[in-house]
């Protein structure tokens, strides 16, 4: 051993005790130590002293409870036993593929076992799981797979005409074609120059890690791409993880027995992040193919889900099913409802635990930054629309232009320090340096933090409005716009105006049967807000226009408001 691998073993027995106290304390708290087994024991105590990549959990999972279902996807069981068989599998046949440490393979499907065992595969050699829309484009997929130098594509079969076609721009992914789901539904079979994602399983005998692999392997989620081109940010897995997971964890009523369900893609960072939450746990994990709203009731109940993470705009559309359909289904299993990924309006919270009940957390994270506040019901109640409070691990500044931190109760750029932060971004090391300051990290989102402690976000800082010198932050106009009772969606943007440089427009979805006019909603917002807060132009719209991942697209709305732009 070297000095280097001699000073690093060191710090990890030194860390040892402080990671063992919150292990042993959501241990307790979940149930889990009362499941714990004597192989189950020794695996977990490998994975404390080694670094907990999600490949390495299984192991432990696999030694800890192997008859247990770990992945449930329609009539599919897969026990956690099975599922590390099969890990083993995918990682030998794909060393012998040639992808080793440092390599990288792009996943493209929608939520499925393969999407889980193929990543944690990967991740066993030492190499990226790299996760992309199952929606892109050829010319999407071709600068994913560029940009991450991937050496294949792991996809489901009814991309294959996007595939084929990036595979003529980018002959480097030619190497891997991994077919997935060829023969569901007596599909066409394995298209040319492809592998079926099950000839891979044909592998037998245990995969036989390399020292090191563990400190290589990692996932690349490229972020949603709303301004620009996405960027690719690298989530490693150091000594550090298991710790700061575990933080997250104590401050939620999560459980080892807890059965929980992905809508949101698996190329998302939120299903992604509580699905392997929820395994590290012990948990059962159900997939939803993709979100429809009223599936999404069926799977709570056909499997008797307790728990699920989901964006606001998810809520909104299964509240909007109506009274009517939302009773025929039972909802009763349903312990924890996690809402992240895009602000979640003060009113729609309200009313989504008026109709499941305070089981309601609100999460505040990014891909870069993992998860940083958590605001559990109780702050929602007293306080709608907060992101909650600081998660132990996490440091927070609210900054200034200048760099300065501002007074509680001022509006600054959040910025983050805790262990989960990224490696950077992916072949982009100017926005890796643009995004840090003096070792913390931001992604432009816009806070303040009030005098009980509680965070809100106020909007992106790009997104910021000056109209006659004075800044208005479109989060606090849309807060008020959304408590109007015929108001169902709003978006506020400033678009340019020749008297004040910039004026605000709102961009409205109205509640079904509801007359509005501008006028009364002008008068709404000036009875609560400053005058160059009010909007002076309202747009009606039936929807608003949103990326995969619930975010609203600003820049389409600007583009709309002034098509000179």
Partial sequence: MNASALRDLRQRLADLPGTLRVVTRVARQSGMLWELTVPGLRASVGALVGTPNPAVMYRVLAASKPDVPGILWHDEVLTFGEIDTKIDRVAT????????????????????????????????????????????????????????????????????????????????????????????????????????????????????????TEESAAVVIYTSGTTGKPKGAVRKFPRDTLPAAMRFVAETPMRVDDIHLVPCPLYHSTAFAFMTLSHMLGGTVVLMDEFKPEALLEHVQRFGVTTMAVVPTMLHRVLALGPEVLARYNTRSLRIIFSGGAPLPGPLAIDVMNQFGDILYNFYGATETGLVTLGSPVDLRAAPGTIGRSIPGNEIRLLDDAGKEVPRGQVGELYVRNKLLVEGYHNDDAATRASMREGFFSVGDLGRQDRD?????????????????????????????????????????????????????????????????????????????????????????????????????????RVWADPHT
């Fill in 453 to 557: 402690g509680r965070y809100f976000l106020e909007g992106r800082k790009r997104d910021m409005i000056i109209s006659g010198g004075v800044n208005v932050y479109p989060a606090e106009v849309e807060g008020v716009l959304e408590a109007h009772p015929g108001i169902a969606e709003v978006a506020v943007v400033g678009v340019e105006d020749a008297e004040w440089g910039e004026r605000v427009r709102a961009f409205v979805v109205k509640k079904p049967g509801t007359e509005l006019e501008p006028g009364d909603l002008k008068a709404w917002v000036r009875q609560r807000l400053a005058g160059a807060k009010v909007p002076r132009d309202f747009v009606f719209l039936p929807a608003l226009p949103r990326n995969p991942t619930g975010k609203v697209l600003k820049r389409d709305l």
């Fill in 93 to 212: 046949a794909m060393k012998r593929r040639g992808l080793g440490r440092k390599g990288s393979l792009v996943f493209m499907m929608k939520n499925r076992p393969e999407f889980v065992i193929g990543g944690a595969g990967v991740a066993r050699v030492g190499a990226a799981a790299v996760s992309v829309s199952w929606r892109s484009t050829a010319a999407e997929l071709g600068y994913l797979a560029e940009n991450c130098g991937a050496s294949g594509v792991c996809f489901e079969a009814p991309f294959w005409p996007i595939v084929e076609e990036t595979a003529k721009a980018v002959p480097a992914i030619r190497k891997n074609l991994i077919v997935v789901g060829s023969s569901d539904h007596g599909g066409a079979g394995v298209p040319p120059g492809c592998v079926r994602f099950e000839d891979l399983l044909e592998e037998r005998g245990a995969f036989v890690e390399e020292g090191g």
